[in-house]
């Protein structure tokens, strides 16, 4: 059983396109938080959202959290080559130390 | 200070052999997780471990696949009799755990292994 899944699960865009990357789940998490893996590359976490309803920016990428902690989004602004990647959402268990992966959304901007 | 390292990058066994992968923590890190992932596919959960301790295997086959963190040396995730269902990107990961606070887990590079 998956908890929590991602869509879409591959995109492709050009250059300078927006762009946003679902989170969903039935389960509720303390936290959520979304990672993003380059080839051959570990995950490097890009953020940690706590609060229902939280919004955090990060330059061009804007992190949302649904209000009952179910789900969460992810949107580029103006996307770039260099976001090209693996983009994953991990949902934190109650205990703070149990993460739930997505199935992750395979991007590619294309120049 | 020198992030999570694992070794080797990719390993390579046939049917039957033993894979030992091993994961060097950051420093002051006692807490270490290890996950697979197919290639496109997001992160299985199969082990949380702390020094001496197995916290949560339930993401762990239970045949086959032990792990370990002993109290001096790096982690160890032991695959007996490998299968080429194996085949995977094993990551480990390693965190702080700061009480009272979401776990930040910091991943090191992955083993690939291949099973032939």
């Known amino acids: 059983t998956q908890l929590l899944e991602q869509s879409p699960q591959f995109l492709s865009i050009q250059e300078g396109e927006n762009l946003t990357v679902y989170c969903n789940s039935s389960?509720?998490?303390?936290?959520l938080q979304w990672y993003r893996q380059e080839p051959g590359e570990g995950p490097v976490l890009l953020v940690t959202v706590v609060t229902g309803g939280e919004v955090k920016k990060l330059k061009r990428l804007t992190f949302q959290f649904g209000d009952a902690r179910k789900d969460s989004s992810l949107h580029i602004t103006a996307a770039q080559p260099g976001d090209t990647g693996l983009y994953l959402c991990?949902?934190?268990?109650?205990?703070?130390?149990?993460?739930?992966f997505g199935t992750g959304t395979s991007l590619t901007v294309i120049p | 200070n020198a992030g999570v390292m694992q070794n080797p990058r990719h390993l390579v066994r046939r049917r039957g052999q033993e894979a030992r992968l091993r994961c060097s923590p950051m420093?002051?890190?006692?807490?270490v997780y290890w996950y697979r992932q197919l290639p496109e596919e997001g992160l299985k959960f199969m082990v949380y471990?702390?020094?001496?301790?197995?916290?949560?295997e339930s993401g762990m086959p239970k045949e086959r696949f032990s792990a370990e963190f002993p109290k001096e040396g790096p982690s160890i995730l032991r695959i007996q009799q490998v299968v080429r269902g194996d085949s995977a990107a094993y990551f480990c990961a390693s965190s702080p755990l700061l009480a009272g606070s979401t776990d930040t887990q910091y991943f090191g590079p992955g083993t690939r292994l291949t099973v032939l």
């Open positions: 420093k002051g890190h006692s807490h």
């Open positions: 471990l702390q020094k001496e301790n197995i916290i949560d």
């Open positions: 991990a949902g934190v268990g109650q205990g703070g130390n149990q993460f739930y």
């Open positions: 389960s509720v998490f303390s936290s």
